[in-house]
């Protein structure tokens, strides 16, 4: 019985010991692991950030571009007729929404939804618009009728857009 109390004083000690220094180790890791993780997430922020707002800053231009306004003002033709004119605007359009397609991987899904949304209801206006005038008439009418539908409406569907992409860049701060 001797020897095993002998036994237990040293071993005792050093299990109490070891037991110490194991959970000091271990939260000391753990301190150093989230550390690492922290700054390894900070040093992507500060890479991706920056290409972000590049990209929302890429979906204004592109809904800036593509309200009724700007577009008519843009796509100017007054030798074509309506109908000319219509296909124009429509591929002016596209090709706008085609150039920032890959935007869509830097800015959320809202956002890329809002963006689509908007393009598709001002083809939507046009569209309209380009049946309220006569195929051959002048394309200068069917500006004028866009122009009239689009100012009717309270808000643009570009302007819901753009107004859903700022507020959802300045919540990135």
Sequence with gaps: MDAFLDILKY?????????AVYFVLKKHMEVQL????????????????????????????????????????RVNNPAATAGQMHQELLAA?????????????????G?????????????KLINIAATK????????ELSKVVLEMSMQLDKLPTQI????????????F
């Design 34 to 73: 989230k550390s690492q993780v922290v700054k390894g997430r900070q040093e992507q922020q500060n890479t991706v950030l920056p290409i972000r707002l590049q990209a929302y800053e890429r979906m204004i231009l592109l809904l800036e571009r593509i309200t009724p306004q700007s577009l008519v003002m």
């Design 93 to 109: 359009i596209r090709a706008e929404y085609e150039h920032n397609l890959a935007q869509q991987i830097y800015i959320s899904k």
């Design 11 to 19: 071993i005792l000690p050093s299990t109490i010991v070891f037991l």
């Design 133 to 140: 005038v006569n195929g051959t008439a002048n394309g200068v």
């Design 111 to 123: 956002a890329w939804e809002a963006v689509r949304r908007a393009k598709e209801e001002t083809i």
């Design 161 to 172: 857009s753009i107004d859903f992409i700022k507020e959802e860049a300045r919540s990135m």
